[in-house]
């Protein structure tokens, strides 16, 4: 069976990190062999920290979401030194979201400088989640020279023309759940147009769980089905898109360790 990589979870979420081995459990027995759980606040690190300390198969990042206000708001320094730790494989997730946030943007947009800074410091690819922020999102990773460390444009659900931009600063495009769902046609075209050499998979678990299991609490296994979805739109196997995307996870994270 080919590896499958999810390559955005959040086993610190609940129901997830009450029930972790069972989560990880049943990825391994969907063929997922590696995954990364990626940070959103700082106060929860040491318990994501916990988790890649006991499975050697788990990698982790570090960084802020866009919409959190109420945790700490990171400097460059600080985001460079919990950036030490050799689990720590990536900065983010950050970027800009102006869905879940109005108003004077300044403050997104001044964290999603400092995380590009951090990145390009400690040399760690960026993981970018953006929602109705694509000029200002493109923009700044053009001012803070993202291209020069890269990364990954996470749970994507924006245009064709993003793609192409994020991807020409040396960007991966990465299709979660929602490229399942019914309503998302525009999307499906994006994600057959994505070449190879830069398609990810996740989950972004415990939201956004894939047809057929819209609705219910999405987990790592599940990734199995957006690479199922992927091989069809794309005139592909499964087998294929399982080797691509792991091996993309692994060349775009390189302290990620097999």
Same mark, same amino acid.
């Given at each position: 069976?080919?590896t499958?990589?999810?390559?955005?979870?959040?086993?610190?979420?609940?129901?997830l990190?009450t029930?972790?081995?069972?989560v990880?459990?049943?990825?391994?027995?969907?063929?997922v062999?590696?995954?990364?759980?990626?940070?959103?606040?700082l106060?929860?690190?040491?318990?994501?920290?916990?988790?890649?300390?006991k499975?050697?198969?788990v990698f982790s990042?570090?960084? /802020?979401?866009?919409?959190e206000? =109420?945790? *700490?708001?990171?400097?460059?320094d600080?985001?460079?030194? %919990? !950036?030490?730790? &050799?689990?720590?494989?990536?900065?983010?997730?950050?970027?800009?979201?102006?869905?879940?946030s109005?108003?004077?943007?300044?403050w997104?947009?001044?964290?999603?400088?400092?995380?590009?800074?951090?990145?390009?410091?400690?040399r760690?690819?960026?993981?970018?989640?953006?929602?109705?922020?694509?000029?200002?999102?493109?923009?700044?990773m053009?001012?803070?020279?993202?291209?020069?460390?890269?990364?990954?444009?996470?749970?994507?659900?924006?245009?064709?023309?993003?793609?192409?931009?994020?991807?020409a600063m040396?960007?991966?495009?990465?299709?979660?759940?929602?490229?399942?769902f019914?309503?998302?046609?525009?999307?499906?075209? /994006?994600?057959?147009?994505?070449p =190879?050499? *830069?398609?990810?998979?996740?989950?972004?678990?415990?939201? %956004? !769980?894939?047809? &057929?299991?819209?609705?219910?609490?999405?987990e790592?296994?599940?990734?199995?089905?957006?690479?199922?979805?992927?091989a069809?739109?794309?005139?592909?196997?499964y087998?294929?898109?399982?080797d691509v995307?792991t091996?993309?996870?692994?060349?775009?994270?390189?302290?990620?360790v097999?």
């Amino acid at each position: 069976m080919s590896t499958l990589v999810d390559s955005h979870c959040h086993l610190d979420f609940d129901p997830l990190g009450t029930d972790l081995d069972g989560v990880l459990s049943r990825a391994r027995i969907a063929g997922v062999g590696y995954l990364l759980c990626v940070s959103v606040v700082l106060e929860k690190y040491k318990q994501i920290q916990s988790i890649t300390d006991k499975f050697s198969h788990v990698f982790s990042s570090i960084g /802020v979401h866009p919409n959190e206000r =109420d945790g *700490r708001d990171p400097t460059v320094d600080e985001l460079v030194e %919990l !950036a030490r730790d &050799p689990r720590v494989v990536a900065i983010g997730e950050t970027g800009l979201d102006y869905y879940r946030s109005q108003g004077d943007m300044r403050w997104q947009q001044d964290r999603f400088r400092r995380h590009i800074q951090a990145a390009r410091i400690c040399r760690k690819p960026l993981i970018i989640h953006t929602r109705e922020a694509v000029a200002d999102t493109i923009a700044i990773m053009r001012e803070e020279n993202a291209a020069d460390i890269g990364g990954v444009m996470h749970c994507f659900t924006e245009s064709w023309d993003m793609a192409r931009d994020a991807m020409a600063m040396g960007f991966y495009v990465s299709f979660s759940g929602i490229v399942t769902f019914a309503n998302a046609k525009a999307l499906r075209e /994006v994600a057959t147009q994505v070449p =190879d050499d *830069r398609l990810l998979i996740e989950t972004d678990s415990p939201y %956004l !769980a894939p047809v &057929p299991y819209r609705g219910k609490t999405n987990e790592p296994a599940y990734v199995k089905h957006v690479a199922e979805r992927l091989a069809e739109l794309r005139g592909s196997t499964y087998e294929h898109i399982a080797d691509v995307t792991t091996n993309n996870f692994f060349k775009l994270f390189q302290l990620a360790v097999r």
